[in-house]
């Protein structure tokens, strides 16, 4: 199972180092340590965090943007859903839930589970704008 330095977490959550510390040593976010006794956090674990949340955040939730990357969005696998022949991956970006349908075979050979960190990229061929009522 991955596991995540306290920036990588920091970066993957859109928060600073000092708030994922806070977190841990509240309690709130688990911690281990990693082969140089530095405090890490599990996959698995990050990857619950971040879907909590998201959810807490609801949808008016304004996301942290750390760079601009057109149509790619770093985040953690929160969950793979399997059959025989196709699999559905979700993946906590932020605030943002991706899901992506692939085949069975390309998810197992990517070794794509809950806890890893991913980029979804996203291609469109129609984007529909919405804006808010303004009256």
Do not use: C
């Amino acid at each position: 199972m991955p596991r995540f330095r306290i920036s990588e977490a920091a970066a993957l959550l859109g928060v600073s180092d000092d708030t994922i510390r806070r977190w841990a040593d509240s309690g709130r976010l688990p911690t281990v340590l990693d082969d140089a006794g530095r405090r890490a956090i599990e996959g698995a674990n990050l990857a619950e965090f971040a879907k909590d949340m998201a959810g807490d955040q609801g949808s008016t939730a304004t996301p942290v943007v750390a760079e601009s990357a057109r149509n790619r969005f770093p985040g953690i696998i929160t969950r793979v859903t399997r059959d025989t022949v196709m699999a559905q991956v979700e993946i906590q970006a932020g605030p943002h839930r991706l899901v992506s349908l692939m085949s069975r075979e390309a998810a197992d050979e990517l070794g794509l589970e809950p806890g890893v960190l991913a980029v979804g990229a996203v291609k469109s061929t129609n984007v529909v704008i919405e804006m808010p009522d303004r009256r």
